[in-house]
Each structure stands twice: as structure tokens, then as C-alpha cells.
């Protein structure tokens, strides 16, 4: 069954950036591929719900982006590699969260994350101003 880890994660000042990565392993449930599977960001800062950041489709050319990051993050993914990436530029403290990646088998972007199976442990990330 397939594994999600995501890494790159740190501590950061306000205006840096940061590039965190997915990493997809063991990807053969029920026989699809990861490149079948749509990729999302989440974050959840302490005391507060999971929240969408971003999605991206099979191929990577199509996203969607909360308007919080809207301008200022980047996903972005390598079928090849088994990768998805989240370029992360002007940081700001409300930024400041662990932050998940998630597959789901699906065609279309979905922003909810009570939608998606599959999660990966986390990475935090912390933006001090």
C-alpha cells in the first residue's frame, strides 16, 4: 500500500521561502498508479482545523490554490520521481503549521480534506516575524 512522506520542512523568518516535497513509495494500491492520483497540501496550526492549501491534478497542469497563498505558493510534481512539491515564497507567521500531503483517486481537484485517504506524518513549519 502506498506511503506519503513529506519533508523540508524548518524554521524561517518572515519573507524567506521554502520548498517542502512529497514523496510517494510503495504506490500500487489496487493497482493505480500515484500518477492516477490527485496530490494535496494541507496545514493545521495548533488548536485549529486542517485547512486546504493546495491541489494539483494528475499531470500537474491544473491546480488550485486558497486564497490565502494564492501568489505566493507553488505545487507542483514529478510523476517520474514520484514527487509533489510545494514551493512556499513570502512566508509570513500565519503561515506557520504542519503541513501534510494527501492522494486521492480522482480525476477532479477536491479542496476538502475529509476527501482525501491517504496522508502523509507531517513536516512543520515555523515562520517567526
Known amino acids: 500500500q502506498g506511503q506519503l512522506e513529506e519533508s523540508g520542512g524548518g524554521l524561517v523568518q518572515a519573507g524567506d521561502s521554502l520548498k517542502l516535497s512529497c514523496r510517494a513509495s510503495?504506490?500500487?494500491?489496487?493497482?493505480?498508479?500515484?500518477?492516477?492520483?490527485?496530490v494535496g497540501w494541507f496545514r493545521q496550526a495548533g488548536g485549529k482545523d486542517r485547512e486546504f492549501v493546495a491541489v494539483t491534478s494528475w499531470l500537474g497542469d491544473n491546480s488550485e490554490y486558497a486564497d490565502s497563498v494564492k501568489g505566493r505558493f507553488t505545487i507542483s510534481r514529478d510523476n517520474t520521481k514520484n514527487m509533489v512539491y510545494l514551493q512556499m515564497n513570502s512566508l509570513n507567521s500565519e503561515d506557520t503549521a504542519t503541513y501534510f500531503c494527501a492522494a486521492r483517486a480522482d480525476v477532479n481537484l477536491v479542496t476538502n480534506p475529509s476527501e482525501f485517504k491517504y496522508w502523509g506524518q507531517g513536516t512543520q513549519v515555523t515562520v517567526s516575524s
Open positions: 510503495g504506490w500500487s494500491f489496487s493497482g493505480q498508479a500515484f500518477s492516477t492520483y490527485i
